[in-house]
């Protein structure tokens, strides 16, 4: 089967400067900036997939994808070409998983062209201290890859229910306007590393390779310490793994590829190079990929 390919990347950073902030301005950021990347036009875009979790004014309908479309002018027409777009939460595993239903459907001949995007920011005033995302933008479109060598491997995704309560984001209505509360429990990145391993190891076997036949390794970026625990953990070099914490804090559901865009402007990724995408969610959910440059 014909592979799929990230044919381009847009990224808003955390801590722009002369920036209008919300986690809408730093989506339509970043979806801007991957059309403008592409060869594809807006219109072309024939799928939208939002993954943001945390939402100006805590948004839960109508889906604030269609306010994202529209922002950026996809398809808001009623003649003509058509755009569907939808919300899919997923947690830190969100843009993954939006990436594996955008290539489901590519393969299955229902669409040719799609975007999953993804940003995160908390509008309250007075936020809550265990709330350390830092507002943020990612976007990638996905297409059909002109070779069979380049793009997404298969896609793996695990949830493990005996740890669902050390993990969770709610909105408060006690509070005006609702108050976004996060509950992390201790254990929680001990319960991560626990989790892991499976998917890795079905991940490897689907795609018949080892963790030693990978080039770079780019995990959510849960802290500096949890990427020096996890190199540990799976064997795997800690100088292969991208490790952006340095510059910003965990972004949640855009983490992982801001750390792609990030590995890709450091140094050009060599064709023949296999990186794997790893994400950590509420669930706990892990979610993993393998991309062939």
Same mark, same amino acid.
């Given at each position: 089967?014909?592979? !799929? ?12 400067? @002369? ?6 301005? @730093? ?6 900036? !991957?059309?403008?990347?592409? +060869? ?17 004014? @805590? ?33 830190? !595993? ?67 229910? +005996? ?12 509070? +005006? ?17 626990? !989790? ?6 079905? /991940? ?41 914490? @340095? ?10 590829? /801001? ?35």
């Amino acid at each position: 089967m014909q592979r !799929c390919r990230l044919e381009s990347i847009g990224v808003s950073y955390p801590n722009k400067r @002369h920036f209008k902030s919300g986690s809408l301005n @730093h989506a339509v950021w970043a979806g801007r900036t !991957c059309v403008e990347k592409s +060869k594809h036009l807006a219109r072309d875009i024939q799928l939208l997939i939002n993954t943001g979790i945390h939402r100006d004014d @805590h948004y839960a309908e109508p889906a604030f994808a269609a306010f994202i479309q529209k922002k950026l002018g996809i398809n808001t027409e009623f003649q003509g070409r058509k755009t569907l777009s939808f919300d899919l939460q997923n947690s830190g !595993c969100g843009m993954l998983s939006a990436a594996y239903v955008i290539t489901t459907m590519i393969q299955s001949g229902s669409v040719q062209v799609g975007m999953a995007i993804s940003s995160e920011a908390n509008s309250d005033k007075k936020t809550d201290p265990n709330y350390t995302y830092p507002e943020s933008g990612a976007a990638i479109i996905v297409d059909v890859s002109p070779t069979s060598s380049e793009g997404f491997g298969g896609f793996v995704f695990k949830t493990f229910e +005996k740890y669902r309560d050390l993990y969770s984001s709610v909105v408060s209505l006690l509070e +005006k306007r609702g108050r976004l509360l996060v509950r992390k429990k201790q254990g929680l990145e001990e319960a991560y590393l626990q !989790c892991v391993e499976p998917v890795l190891s079905e /991940l490897l076997q689907h795609e018949n390779l080892e963790l030693a036949d990978i080039d770079y390794l780019i995990p959510s970026q849960i802290s500096d310490g949890f990427l020096t625990n996890l190199a540990d953990k799976i064997s795997f070099p800690l100088d292969k793994i991208v490790n952006t914490t @340095h510059l910003f804090a965990d972004t949640l559901t855009t983490s992982v590829f /801001l750390g792609l865009q990030y590995l890709m402007d450091r140094e050009p990724i060599a064709p023949g190079k296999k990186v794997v995408l790893l994400t950590f969610g509420a669930g706990i959910t892990v979610g993993a990929t393998i991309y062939y440059f």
